[in-house]
Nanobody, 122 residues
């Protein structure tokens, strides 16, 4: 059974930084892309970033491009999200998942974890 455990969220002032971690277990993730999503209060979950597990190629939502960086540690089955220059509109619960891309859209493949809350104050 796949388990995804996100951590690293917290309260930060606008302009600050946070680093999120996602520990994945239950399968060998070497053949899967991994991604981060977020869900703000009252909004639907949205895609943030993804990384190919084998070659490390990345793709970002326009809203975070240039501010967020996704990375992974294959040996630890862990994916990270470095978030810089945070804005109040980045406030959300952040989730990771293995992903697939269909028709240009990125979708989570496994059951969602509990996520980690990021709150950015103005």
């Amino acid at each position: 059974q796949v388990q995804l455990v996100e951590s690293g969220g917290g309260l930060v002032q606008a302009g600050g930084s946070l680093r999120l971690s996602c520990a994945a277990s239950g399968r060998t993730f070497s053949n899967y892309a991994m991604g981060w999503f977020r869900q703000a209060p009252g909004k639907e979950r949205e895609f943030v970033a993804r990384i190919n597990w084998m070659d490390g190629s990345t793709y970002y939502a326009d809203s975070v491009k240039g501010r967020f960086t996704i990375s992974r540690d294959n040996a630890k089955n862990t994916v990270y999200l470095q978030m810089n220059s945070l804005k109040p509109e980045d406030t959300a619960v952040y989730y990771c998942n293995s992903v697939k891309v269909v028709g240009g859209e990125t979708y989570g493949m496994d059951d969602w974890g509990k996520g980690t809350l990021v709150t950015v104050s103005s």
